[in-house]
T-cell receptor, first 114, second 115 residues
Framework: AQSVAQPEDQVNVAEGNPLTVKCTYS??????LFWYVQYPNRGLQFLLK????DNLVKGSYGFEAEFNKSQTSFHLKKPSALVSDSALYFC????????????WGAGTKLIIKP | GAGVSQTPSNKVTEKGKYVELRCDPI?????LYWYRQSLGQGPEFLIY????????DSGLPNDRFFAVRPEGSVSTLKIQRTERGDSAVYLC?????????????FGPGTRLLVL
């Protein structure tokens, strides 16, 4: 069965420090991987995705993610955190043999402290 | 440009009532998806439309849930005989094409509360 795991319910980072939000996945085919961010009372906003090619993907708001096939991971990173990055982050995966639905992690709450 | 819109933003109803939730996708997007998100969880797939037809409704929890997209644009999610367990945020997303790598763009959601 396809699944996504976000092992941390919450991540706390001081402003200006680098941040990492972890994601691991399990799929039967080649994965397409996505990161979304959700601010309170707002919809999910697309950040970045991995389809193929370079394992390091750059996205919106200075975020990037690294696809690691051997570790089946797709961790979200940012070199220098901002207080405004505080939000709920979701990792999602779609397999090449899927029916187009996204399989989602449970989300990680990111708190950036001034 | 205009994003995905959903109405109403909030809906409070009583147990046993019927509700309709509307989604207006991004213009030109042929694929439309409905998800349900409960507090503290990631979205859960409900149904996917390609054009006017439901290509995959495997996520609908039971026959009280039904969705339509008669003209291939706006979609309506219908819930009959609502139960308290139906309370959640219902999210709609659209994408240009139903290919694996296409990004799904989400609306703000409809927060449904069944009393």
């Amino acid at each position: 069965a396809q699944s996504v795991a976000q092992p941390e319910d919450q991540v706390n980072v001081a402003e200006g420090n680098p941040l990492t939000v972890k994601c691991t996945y399990s799929v039967s085919g080649n994965p397409y991987l996505f990161w979304y961010v959700q601010y309170p009372n707002r919809g999910l906003q697309f950040l970045l995705k991995y389809i193929t090619g370079d394992n390091l993907v750059k996205g919106s708001y200075g975020f990037e993610a690294e696809f690691n096939k051997s570790q089946t991971s797709f961790h979200l990173k940012k070199p220098s955190a901002l207080v405004s990055d505080s939000a709920l982050y979701f990792c999602a995966v779609r397999a090449t043999d899927s029916n187009y639905q996204l399989i989602w992690g449970a989300g990680t709450k990111l708190i950036i402290k001034p | 440009g205009a994003g995905v819109s959903q109405t109403p933003s909030n809906k409070v109803t009583e147990k046993g009532k019927y509700v309709e939730l509307r989604c207006d996708p991004i213009s030109g997007h042929t694929a439309l998806y409905w998800y349900r998100q409960s507090l503290g969880q990631g979205p859960e797939f409900l149904i996917y439309f390609q054009g006017t037809g439901a290509a995959d409704d495997s996520g609908l929890p039971n026959d009280r849930f039904f969705a339509v997209r008669p003209e291939g644009s706006v979609s309506t999610l219908k819930i009959q005989r609502t139960e308290r367990g139906d309370s959640a945020v219902y999210l709609c997303a659209s994408s240009r094409q139903p290919t694996e790598g296409e990004t799904q763009y989400f609306g703000p959601g409809t927060r449904l509360l069944v009393l």
